[in-house]
């Protein structure tokens, strides 16, 4: 199920990731591959704080995506094999919250993409997802959707 959208104001956050080009069929073994560099690199970082994980991408190019998948950290961090430093961006986004397994994130998106269509809004082409605590029941799953807009 996904939220009602709405505009809103983001800040730039600082993030950890690993930058990959993924086909579709293959985003969620890439993003458990993601995951587990960035568990096992983390501790060696000077990361601060650590925040949600998340996953930044531009719109599919030849049926891949441009991916960095990882996780929002308090300051910036040195590069460090596979992890690189990155950003969410700051402005002005459109937003939804997605609740349910990830397998609904196609939909999500879906949704998100037609209000800004129906709305008049233009997107940037900068996506990303912040993925909230994982629960034991995948139905309760919070994932938060921004489209950064032009």
Known sequence: MTSTCSIVTVERQPTAVVKAKVPFAEIPQAQRAARAKIDAGLPLLDTGALGLACTR??????????????TIVARPIEARGEIVPSELPAGRAAHAVMVGPFDGMGAAWQTLFEW????????????WEVYGPTPSDPAKQETYLYALLS
């Not at 719109?59 to 998948?69: F, K, R, S, T, V």
């Not at 800004?116 to 996506?127: D, M, R, S, T, V």
């Open 57 to 70: 991408w531009l719109p599919p190019q030849a049926g891949a995506l441009d991916m960095e998948m990882g």
């Open 116 to 127: 800004c269509q129906a709305e008049k809004l233009k997107p940037a082409g900068i996506n």
